[in-house]
């Protein structure tokens, strides 16, 4: 459930109709959480409200974007907006609760549709040890689209269609995001998932790569005479990229 800190009644404050709305998977190296950070801090998108499950284990801290302390917290899951662009952006911090995937995954897609989103685009990142053959080289990224897909995706050799046959690899059931597809098949909500090979270690460059994929999907951040966009690192990532070194005796 959307719910507004202004108002009770979010439908008179926000406005969600024929918005793109992006949502991350978490997953291996949670790439598409680490996307949706650096694509809210560099666009300074508008936390419009929260998105309330029960479903989600809580977590909260400081504010993940202002250097400056504003009061206002971080959550399990915020919900931001573009509203000129017409996009939506629900990030996630939290992981479903265990037994509750399915549960939290009708939530959302049932928000999907009341919301009337134009689309639904949700970030994944897959394992690259499970990667086939053909897959070993050339562009690590894939995509799939449902039939009622609206948007149409850039045609260059970053963009290749995810091999049906590894569907089943990367989609597992009882998962949020197998869950998430089925039911938006179902009931005719245009779906796109975008999904990056990634190891797990330091995948802040993933994030980067898959921000700019979604910016080449949807123009959300201005980019310079040669393509390319100064992206802006939020305030919370400092620890990770600067934080004091381990202590040595730790390995000793």
């Not at 419009?48 to 959550?75: E, I, K, R, T």
Request: proline share 6%.
């Amino acid at each position: 459930m959307f719910v507004s800190p202004n108002s009770n009644d979010y439908s008179t404050t926000v406005n969600f109709y024929n918005h793109t709305i992006f949502v991350p998977c978490l997953s291996v190296g949670n790439v598409g959480q680490l996307a949706l950070d650096v694509l809210i801090s560099t666009s300074s998108a508008e936390r419009v409200g929260y998105f309330y499950s029960s479903q989600v284990l809580p977590v909260v801290g400081n504010d993940a974007y202002d250097v400056s302390p504003s009061g206002v917290l971080s959550v399990n899951l915020e919900v931001f907006q573009l509203k000129e662009n017409q996009v939506t952006l629900l990030q996630q911090r939290a992981p479903a609760k265990e037994g509750r995937r399915e549960a939290f995954a009708e939530e959302l897609v049932s928000w999907f549709k009341s919301g009337n989103f134009r689309q639904v685009v949700l970030l994944l990142s897959t394992d690259a040890s499970r990667r086939m053959d053909s897959q070993l080289t050339g562009a690590q990224f894939r995509f799939l689209k449902t039939d009622k897909s609206l948007l149409g995706l850039p045609n260059n050799s970053s963009w290749l269609p995810l091999e049906p046959e590894f569907e089943s690899i990367i989609f597992k059931k009882g998962t949020v995001t197998h869950s998430v597809i089925d039911k938006c098949k179902k009931l005719d909500i245009p779906l796109v998932v975008l999904i990056k090979f990634v190891s797990e270690g330091n995948n802040i460059p993933d994030g980067i790569e898959m921000a700019s994929l979604v910016n080449e999907m949807i123009p959300i951040v201005n980019a310079d005479a040669e393509g390319k966009v100064g992206w802006k690192l939020p305030f919370s990532w400092q620890s990770m990229i600067e934080g004091p070194p381990l202590d040595r005796t730790l390995f000793m």
